[in-house]
């Protein structure tokens, strides 16, 4: 049984950003590119979303990937969303899918690699972290512990991981390449608030811990309280405004803690920058720049009017204050 964090009566949100940059997207659907690439993310979708949350006054989570940092001119947007008081954290530094089946040194290269980069190119030391793809394993969760993180959100509660993991495939443009993202249902019976992960049934870690250390945090990603089906970033979207804003209202009812959680590429104009092709394309990445900028503006101004929205190192912070 997961042991839950105690959340007080204020409704607590945190809104968490993916700048997975073009590269990393086009990989998962099967295309090719690299981080020096050209970039809409960095260059279009950061501005776009600092701009958004400097007007409705938010505090946001920046999950980057270590590969983008080391790009010079990627390195000095960070600098931006670091000004304007907004949090960095470890994506992994290649940004690869099947991290949940890595073996441990991997698992520590992904991690270490990406912190190592933040924190020479940004002065950076992430407390936070999310495993691309929502693929992650016991190991994950003991290289973070070890190394002083102080929360994981790799978690996506859903029931429909292999639902979503078979779509994914059908998008990708090499259908049978095995790339999947989604942890295919693992997440389904985990509780869709934040818990201590080292002690969620993983006995093993928890012998491991450190008298003096903090355990981990599990902030998992939000997902509709009965369906559990994903409300976040492009499915929100795909799925409409109404959906999204009446699964945040639910949310509040059950007085649950929300990770609302954006990737960079979700405000990118599909059209002139392609991830995948034909319908695929138009059905998934539809909707101008413009459109999709104004529903996640309606969506973050909605979660403004019914939460506390808070840094997610901040809230943690507190929680681990009264362990
Ligand atoms: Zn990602």
């Known amino acids: 049984m997961d042991r839950l964090i105690e959340t007080d009566r204020t409704p607590t949100a945190v809104i968490q950003v ?28 950061v501005p776009a979303l600092l701009k958004m949350f400097s007007d409705l006054g938010i505090a946001a989570t920046f999950f980057v990937v270590g590969a983008d940092a080391q790009i010079p001119w990627k390195r000095k947007i960070l600098e931006k969303v670091l000004d304007e008081g907004h949090e960095v954290a470890n994506h992994s530094f290649n940004h690869a899918l099947q991290m949940g089946q890595f073996g441990r040194q991997q698992v520590e290269n992904e991690i270490l690699d990406c912190q190592k980069t933040l924190s020479e190119t940004l002065q950076v030391q992430a407390r936070g972290f999310r495993a691309p793809g929502y693929s992650y394993s016991p190991q994950v969760l003991e290289v973070l512990e070890h190394n002083g993180f102080w929360y994981d959100a790799s978690l996506l509660p859903t029931r429909w991981g292999s639902v979503l993991r078979w779509i994914a495939r059908r998008i990708s443009t090499t259908p049978n390449s095995p790339v999947p993202q989604f942890d295919a249902g693992a997440g389904g019976h985990k509780t869709t608030r ?45 799925l409409g405004k109404r959906y999204v804003t009446e699964a945040i209202k639910a949310i509040r009812r059950s007085r649950h803690f929300l990770n609302y959680v954006i990737h960079g590429m979700d405000l990118v104009d599909g059209q002139r920058w392609p991830v995948t092709s034909g319908w695929k394309q138009r059905w998934l990445f539809g909707g101008t720049g413009e459109i999709r900028l104004k529903f996640f503006t309606d969506v973050c101004s909605h979660i403004r009017e019914h939460f506390e929205i808070v840094r997610t190192d901040r809230w943690v912070e507190q929680m681990r204050k009264g362990a």
């Open 18 to 45: 993916d700048l997975d940059g073009l590269w990393a997207v086009r990989r998962c659907y099967g295309r090719s590119g690299r981080p020096e690439d050209e970039d809409p993310v960095y260059r279009e979708a």
């Open 194 to 238: 934040p818990f201590w992960a080292t002690e969620a049934g993983q006995g093993v870690l928890h012998e491991k811990l450190a008298c003096e250390s903090r355990p981990l945090v599990e902030v998992p990603v939000s997902v509709t309280p009965r369906l559990r089906f994903p409300m976040h970033g492009g499915i929100g979207f795909l």
